[in-house]
């Protein structure tokens, strides 16, 4: 028995024997087999390998050719050179995971991401998920030790398919000296460079107990073209390029994410951007900014040097819009509203990333402690081309220079001073002063000399139907916004100016514009105006054109002013008789007064037949609709009017409802009673609910219609005059200052 049990033994120690050198010479190609045996098991893609070489006693693992298809297709998802590990297997028994150093040589992946899903969400799916009962059932932690990640010559190459985006990493190099479970302090080390032109190099830092953690970047002339498709996301743009350069050291904590610690400096070459037609709208020969120290949590702000050359703006407005902002995509259907902010995220469009971290960050911060050490932008030009009208308007600044010295919060002002020249024979000076502690408190001292005015023409063809043929401009500004109120010295000289006669089209504005500068301009041809602005400024718009247009349209209004002092000289009447026609409120009929001034009107006509009168009607200030809702609710309730039927009051009853109050507590209860309701409703409120808006409404237009009906048929009529020599114009977006009134303005005749 004793030699059947060790021929038995000796038996089994050959089998064992042979067994362990079988594994150790075909331990590779095990591995290679199982690989391409279980791949779609094990992960649900194919995998191919050239070659797997494995030696136990050193613990050496290579990979050669190892390639990863995307599902269910051919594709290459990852593919690398080569891969080794050297894995201590001694400790793996005792629990401890060691490798010594994992090289990864030539990989190349392909990052595919369609809106929010990417190429490799199966993958994580599939091994980036662990039950609670997994993670919970060991108390101890694996052990494990990874030194030494190299990562050589990689390759990544990215595509977002719903925008059309495509980046390629390469060559790319990373490395990690440790990754521990009982080491949570990690340091990683990037370089590489994009195949479209730049360098990117980068070092950070992670602590995994507290998540403090420090970025070193360097960005060398990367060039933003292919990042053209995101902001293609959200503007129709063909061009969108330049180089960019960052050198910034960031520090922060992800528990506290908007509060960060930022310095280092910003740089931006050749930037263009170009709308579909090719068309520049924007340059920056070069734009730089240092940021000494930029820290959230302590409210630092600290810039150095802000300095912009060769910037070129080009605006163009049209009938239809701007070049900008018809550039604009609709993007609501991929907005969220602020409530689902935290929960749905789109994470498609790093840029609207970036611009909702800045919301969030300047919602939670007041940059309020502020400094900077200059601020320069340089030749500069601004070029605007308003379409908008029957002939193009062109104005142009270039050579602009704007300047500061130290500008600082805890300043009492932030001073700049500006020069360009306008339109190519005009020089323009500024000096503007600012309030750091808001900004909308402002003072500018501003002057434009030798600007011709014929530049405007296209402007006063189409408004007042009059070209400017000569003459120049020379203006001075002395303006101080204080609390949002204006206070502005203006002086306007004009000189040597000529008004063409009016050409033949229609004008938007009939103002009298030959007979004001005949009255306006001195012996010599000039005119030469004070111009006091005072007033509340709820949306100031102080660009140079508006400026120079807004001075010269007060001019005409104040020569539309004169030709009511002269008419009335002329007919030995009072000028206010020939102003406005005011009706009573509710009035649809003619009394003494408006016959004699609509007589006065027809006499005008008769001497001067080349004038035409515009009766622009104005409502009062007090809301017409308001009193006919009262009128007509109280007229029922004085009436018993129970149905919808038409009844007129008589004398008496008419001053019982003239004195009965809205206020009355019967009437209210009326009312109540009529509405079933007894809300905290207005009395006004009440009686248009009442009555009907559709009904007041159309007999508020019916009052109206008469009241033109009255005026037309006694011109007509009585004054003798043809339809053709007066118009109606309503504006429904001016109030008279007291009653409704058919404010007259004149038009002068143009053979």
């Given amino acids: 028995m004793l030699k059947w049990a060790r021929k038995i033994l000796l038996a089994l120690f050959i089998l064992v024997s042979l067994f362990v050198v079988i594994l150790i010479i075909f331990a590779g190609r095990l591995a290679e087999w199982a690989v391409e045996r279980y791949d779609e098991e094990w992960t649900g893609r194919s995998i191919e390998v050239d070659k797997i070489r494995i030696n136990v006693f050193t613990g050496a693992v290579s990979i050669d050719g190892l390639t990863v298809f995307e599902p269910a297709r051919r594709d290459t998802f990852f593919h690398i050179a080569n891969a080794y590990a050297n894995l201590e297997l001694t400790h793996f028994p005792g629990g401890d995971y060691d490798v010594t150093e994992v090289r990864l040589t030539k990989p190349r992946v392909t990052v595919e991401q369609d809106g929010n899903a990417f190429n490799f969400d199966d993958l994580i799916e599939r091994f980036g998920t662990t039950s609670e009962d997994t993670i919970t059932a060991s108390a101890e932690p694996v052990r494990y030790r990874l030194e030494n990640l190299h990562i050589d010559s990689a390759t990544i190459h990215y595509r977002e398919k719903t925008i059309g985006s495509e980046l390629t990493f390469y060559p790319l190099t990373a490395l990690c000296p440790l990754i521990a479970w009982d080491e949570p302090n990690h340091h990683y080390e990037l370089q590489t460079a994009l195949t479209s032109g730049g360098t990117i190099a980068l070092g950070f830092d992670l602590n995994l107990d507290s998540l403090d953690y420090r970025l070193a970047t360097d960005l060398a002339d990367v060039q933003i073209a292919p990042f053209a498709p995101y902001a293609r996301d959200a503007m129709d743009i063909s061009v969108l390029e330049g ?42 020969s070069s734009f730089s900014l240092a940021v000494d120290s930029l820290n959230t949590a302590s409210a630092i702000y600290d810039f150095g ?20 902002t018809r550039l604009l995509r609709d993007t609501t259907s991929t907005s969220t509203s602020s409530d689902s902010l935290t ?120 408004y007042v139907a009059h070209p400017f043929q000569d003459g120049l401009i020379y203006y001075n500004s002395e303006t101080k916004v204080l609390n949002r109120i204006i206070d502005s010295k203006n002086k306007l000289e004009i000189r040597r100016i000529d008004v063409g006669k009016k050409i033949g089209r229609k004008p938007v504005y009939n103002l009298p514009l030959r007979l004001a500068v005949a009255i306006l301009r001195d012996v010599n041809g ?55 026609i005011s009706f009573d409120y509710l009035s649809d009929s003619l009394t003494n007064r408006q016959r004699r001034n609509l007589s006065m009107l027809g006499r005008v006509l008769k001497v001067k037949p080349e004038l035409r009168i515009n009766l622009h009607y104005l409502p009062g200030n007090t809301d017409e609709l308001s009193l006919l809702a009262a009128f007509e609710a109280k007229k029922r309730y004085i009436l018993k009017i129970d149905t919808l039927r038409e009844e007129e009051p008589n004398a008496a ?88 009134m058919f404010e007259v303005q004149f038009d002068v005749y143009e053979p």
Wanted: charged share 25%; net charge negative.
């Fill in 243 to 284: 180089l960019l350069s960052l050198q910034f050291k960031l520090a922060g904590n992800f528990n506290a994410p908007s509060e960060v610690a930022l310095s280092g400096k910003q740089g931006l070459r050749e930037f263009r951007m170009a709308d579909p037609e090719q068309d520049t709208l924007f340059t920056i």
């Fill in 305 to 324: 040097t802000f300095e912009v050359q060769g910037p070129y703006v080009k605006f163009e407005l049209y009938p239809d819009g701007d070049n900008f």
């Fill in 526 to 580: 000039n005119i030469d105006m004070e111009i006091p602005v005072e007033g509340d400024l709820n949306d100031p718009e102080y660009k140079l054109g508006k400026v120079i247009w807004g001075i010269v349209e007060n001019l005409l209004v104040k020569a539309a002013t004169s030709p009511y002092r002269l008419l009335a000289q002329a007919i030995d009447a009072d000028e206010n008789d020939l102003k406005a």
């Fill in 653 to 740: 009853q008419l001053k019982d409802i003239e004195a009965l109050s809205i206020n009355d507590s019967a009437f209210v209860n009326y009312l109540n009673r009529r509405l079933l309701f007894e809300g905290s409703l207005s009395p006004i409120e009440k009686c248009k609910r009442y009555v009907g808006r559709r009904r007041l409404q159309n007999r508020m237009e019916a009052i109206m219609n008469n009241r033109k009906r009255l005026i037309n048929d006694y011109l007509i009529t009585e004054q003798q005059l043809p339809p053709e020599a007066f118009t109606f114009v309503d504006e429904p977006d001016r109030t008279s200052d007291g009653l409704p």
């Fill in 343 to 462: 929960t749905e995220v789109d994470y498609s469009n790093p840029f609207r990333l970036l611009i909702s971290y800045a919301e969030d960050m300047v919602e939670e911060y007041v940059m309020q402690n502020y400094s900077i050490d200059s601020v320069v932008v340089a030749n500069g030009t601004v070029v605007y081309n308003d379409y908008t009208l029957e002939d193009p308007f062109y104005f142009r600044l270039d050579s602009l220079l704007l300047s500061s010295g130290a500008l600082n919060s805890k300043n009492s002002d932030l001073n700049f001073v500006a020069r360009s020249r306008v339109n190519k024979s005009g020089i323009m000076d500024a000096a503007l002063s600012f309030d750091p502690h808001n900004l909308e408190n402002v003072e500018m001292v501003y002057g434009i000399r030798d600007v011709r005015i014929s530049s405007f023409s296209p402007y006063s063809t189409h």
